[in-house]
């Protein structure tokens, strides 16, 4: 059974439908799971309590987890002096927060297995350092970090931990960017293109086989940074 | 012998299975965090799960990621001794 946080939209929903057509067992977390048509749970991984039920829900019912992504994300594009002090907490809060509270409550149920893939969500943002992203970008940067060192507390249990970093992925997340804007970062890629949703399913794919073995503490940039 | 002892002594057999120093014997007072702790940080996880098992076993859920249990002043993980003490009275508190 995979987890798969930010379940119900964008990026998270794009991977969930992924794995499920490759017969792979997801659980999908969100804070609202109503339209979600696969096996969920509602939850905010911003709250430590709503995490720690969730990881004590799958213990008791005996789930074995081989894999948790990371997907729950919020951003805001803001210059860091407009950005108002509630809405810096927010994205710290689901984005560094949420995914540290997830990888430590949830991991356990891989180290008891001695096998695992873990996958959290960076951007192509903090490689690139673009200007009106500069607190949601501290956030990611926090992830990458966190990434790096607990996949070397992970890795003597044979759970791998990587970090994928996309550049601007057409989903939900770019409302209210322009076109203009989206082509300025895009440039700023290696590979100058906008990629779909599927092509960061792909690399999730990849990194929950056990082809990709070998890699973990990995930032992996989706267009090249 | 109060009923609380056989499961003190599990819990030190648990810690003691995951030594090194297959000579040293468990007491109360032996550190399991902090400079001069007998146990690495993935052996003090190993601890956890064998202790989740045992706690399974006799049925109650042990719970070692609360605040309490990761605080290093109050940490359940400071000695063996309190280790023992928070995993009986997690025992004793879901009976």
Known sequence: MIVVTGASKGLGRAICDR????????????????????????????????????AQQLK???????????????????????????????????????????????????????????????????????????????????????????????????????????????????????????????????????????????????LMDSRSDSLSGQILHVGGA | MSSAEPVRNEVFSQISRLLENKSLVVTDDMPLIGGESVLDSMKLVELCLALEDKASEIGFEFDWTSDAAMSRSRSMFRTAGSLASEFISQMEAKK
């Open chain 1, 60 to 206: 008791k019912d005996g789930v074995k987890v081989t894999g948790l992504v990371n997907a729950a994300g919020i951003a805001s594009m803001n210059l860091a002096v407009t950005t108002p002090q509630s809405v810096a907490q927010k994205i710290i809060n689901t984005n560094l927060l949420g995914t540290i509270y997830c990888c430590q409550l949830i991991s356990p149920l891989m180290l008891r297995n001695r096998q695992g893939s873990i996958i959290n969500f960076s951007t192509i943002a903090v490689a690139l350092g673009l200007k009106g992203e500069s607190i949601y970008a501290a956030s990611k940067a926090g992830v990458e970090g966190f990434t790096r060192s607990f996949a070397r507390e992970m890795a003597d249990f044979n759970v791998k931990v990587n970090c994928i970093a996309p550049g601007p992925i057409d989903t939900n997340l770019l409302k209210g960017i322009t076109a203009e804007q989206i082509n300025k970062i895009v440039s700023q890629q290696i590979i100058p293109k906008q990629f779909k949703p599927d092509s960061v399913a792909d690399l999730v794919e990849l």
């Open chain 1, 19 to 54: 794995l499920i057509e490759k017969n792979i067992n997801v659980f999908g977390l969100a804070r609202n799971v109503e339209n979600v048509p696969f096996y969920s749970a509602s939850c905010d991984v911003s709250s430590y309590e709503s995490v720690k039920a969730v």
